[in-house]
């Protein structure tokens, strides 16, 4: 028998549940994160059954994991905040309250509504992913400089990173419990040309809230506050390659003032799927 304990699920967390079946997403993942936000185990099932769609069962085709290239951290003020569980550091005064003023400008001149990774049809999100974004290119020089300094900061390529995106978060707004690293199923869809799997996050706050929009990652029992300047980085991946789910993470709610934030991700190499062949003896993997 499912258990009682904890909170029911919310209509908020109802339309989480069913767009993210909807999308493919493993469901033991789904409770997961469910369960980590204190939903009991009853009310879990119970929208999982009212979503009236089927549970995704499919095993994608593994992939043949390229070597993920390592940093070489050059931010002799960091703080490892991780553990044993997650490679993650926070860096006061990472930029100037110049920098981040006219980095923050840029992002306030060309948001849009924020989306999610798979959004069935490309809609935007309206309860999952509340903010606004914005890509920043490189040829703007703030973002060139930008860009230079975080990678100089890692120790890793710029060509390994995506282009740098800002979000706005206004009273109210959040980013729910998710976490970087793309699923085996999004994988394919979400390469980059040579680039695949993402590797490390690179967050910054470029404004001080007047009160909330922490970054909280349960698994690990801790919150970042935003703060001016600050920085937060980790490895979304475990040392095997694979996701470290202990990454999930989530944008409280801003409940005064606003936040704005930039986001880098560097990725790796992109994979090989894995083939296989019928032989007389059974099935044989080969690369």
Known sequence: MASTIGKPLDAAWT???????????????????????????ASIEAGIAASGLSVPGHVPM???????PQPKLQLPNAVARGGDKAELYTVDDFLSRE??????????????????????????????????????SDTIPAVARLDTKIADAMGLARTMAEPT???????????????????PYELEKYTMGELGQRTWTFMIYLNDPEAG??????????KVSPKLGRAV?????????????????QSLPVTAGTKTIITKWFRMPRGKAATFKSGRVGWQQTY
């Open 165 to 183: 995106q800002g979000q706005h978060y206004e009273i109210g707004q959040v980013f729910k419990t998710h976490t970087d690293f793309f699923k």
């Open 213 to 222: 929009g922490e970054t909280e990652f349960p698994d690990l029992g801790m």
């Open 62 to 68: 593994p992939t043949v994991l390229a070597e993920a």
């Open 15 to 41: 339309h989480w549940l069913h767009l993210n079946i909807q999308r493919g997403c493993a469901i033991d993942e789904l409770r997961g994160i469910l369960r980590s936000n204190g939903f009991s185990d």
């Open 99 to 136: 920098e981040c003023d006219e980095i923050v400008a840029l992002i306030l001149a060309q948001l849009r509504p924020s989306t999610i990774s798979t959004p069935p049809g490309g809609e935007y999100d309206t309860g999952f992913r509340t903010s606004r974004t914005c890509d920043l």
């Open 233 to 249: 980085l980790w490895n979304n991946l475990q040392a095997s390659g694979q996701g470290n789910d202990a990454t999930r993470h």
